[in-house]
T-cell receptor
Framework: DAKTTQPNSMESNEEEPVHLPCNHS???????IHWYRQLPSQGPEYVIH???SNVNNRMASLAIAEDRKSSTLILHRATLRDAAVYYC???????????FGKGTLLTVNP | NAGVMQNPRHLVRRRGQEARLRCSPM?????VYWYRQLPEEGLKFMVY????????ESGMPKERFSAEFPKEGPSILRIQQVVRGDSAAYFC?????????????FGPGTRLTVL
């Protein structure tokens, strides 16, 4: 599986936007970029995924670089409930496995 | 539509006992995955099952661990003769299909403590 690199931790203030980066320089042309998050003491939760174009849903936006070697998960207005570990995961070739790295621990300050 | 259900949520076993972890997938989902999260570590894939079939068990330890997903009833992850190193959170996920764009929906996990 192609490797992703994320900062260990980030901090944000409530109601401010948060940009969570992910580097994936070895991504292949068929790899989708997925984001999951894990709130404390809970199972992971799907956030968003994309291939080439930027994507928006009710939870977040995903901005994908033109060369696809990096992407950014954008939370438009962070809330305390968004405090979690965020995982950037590549999936391709009909790969059903989710390969979790260490992710980014997001702290949201009131 | 109820989410993925796992029980028990917490399980305490003494060394040498058996642990049985249950997972009921979301309605209409026939693909089940088990992941393990050891303390201070990331989630690791263990096994992928479809109804009555094990598709991929490459992440599951060869000894003491087994998984099943019968035609009727929940998926079961069984750990025989548990050891302290088995203490972890075990998460089950399900999906309607198993492609690389298909979302996996996770349960709340079973936290196993081995004394």
């Amino acid at each position: 599986d192609a490797k992703t690199t994320q900062p260990n931790s980030m901090e944000s203030n409530e109601e401010e936007p948060v940009h969570l980066p992910c580097n994936h320089s070895t991504i292949s042309g068929t790899d989708y970029i997925h984001w999951y998050r894990q709130l404390p003491s809970q199972g992971p939760e799907y956030v968003i995924h994309g291939l080439t174009s930027n994507v928006n849903n009710r939870m977040a936006s995903l901005a994908i670089a033109e060369d696809r070697k990096s992407s950014t998960l954008i939370l438009h207005r962070a809330t305390l409930r968004d405090a979690a570990v965020y995982y950037c995961i590549l999936r391709g070739g009909s790969n059903y496995k989710l390969t979790f790295g260490k992710g980014t621990l997001l702290t949201v300050n009131p | 539509n109820a989410g993925v259900m796992q029980n028990p949520r917490h399980l305490v076993r003494r060394r040498g006992q058996e642990a049985r972890l249950r997972c009921s997938p979301m309605k209409g989902h026939s693909h089940v995955y088990w992941y393990r999260q050891l303390p201070e570590e990331g989630l690791k894939f263990m096994v992928y099952l479809q109804k009555e079939n094990i598709i991929d068990e490459s992440g599951m330890p060869k000894e003491r661990f087994s998984a099943e997903f019968p035609k009727e009833g929940p998926s079961i992850l069984r750990i025989q003769q548990v050891v302290r190193g088995d203490s972890a959170a075990y998460f089950c996920a399900s999906s309607p299909l198993a492609g690389d764009t298909d979302t996996q929906y996770f349960g709340p996990g079973t936290r196993l403590t081995v004394l």
